[in-house]
């Protein structure tokens, strides 16, 4: 539980798809976002993969989420995209239900969408769409 005077603890995860791009934009952004919303950004993941490469052969997305599964004090998960976290709407839940339970969403995304399992918004309901 987070006291008062205690700030929101995130870590962070980016991914790029080719070798030609590189993570410091994303990086960048969840800094700002955290720095933005008062929050303590503990340590980003990032790493050069391609997406078609399943979850569990994702060297830095297995190191975050062992990471975040240690650290009881970790309250979110930030991603630049949802779409960083997995290959379709299975995956990305998949990995929901790795990150923390608590008074706070386990995923906030710096767009404003934040991924709840109790709780869906209207932009979410269109991402989690069946076609996926």
Known sequence: MIMNNEKIQMVGYCRVS???????RQV?????????NNVKLMRVFAEQISGAVKNENRPELSA???????????????????SRL????????????????GPYPP??????????PARRTAREKT????QD
């Open 18 to 24: 080719t070798a030609t791009q590189n993570t410091e």
């Open 86 to 101: 997995g290959r379709n709407t299975l995956e990305v839940l998949k990995m929901a239900i790795c990150f923390p339970r």
């Open 28 to 36: 960048a952004e969840l800094e700002e976002y955290a720095k933005r």
């Open 107 to 116: 995923l906030c995304i710096p767009g404003g969408l934040t991924y709840s």
């Open 127 to 130: 991402y989690f769409s069946p």
């Open 64 to 82: 975050m989420v062992n990471y975040v599964i240690s650290k009881p004090n970790v309250h979110k998960v930030i991603v630049w995209e949802l």
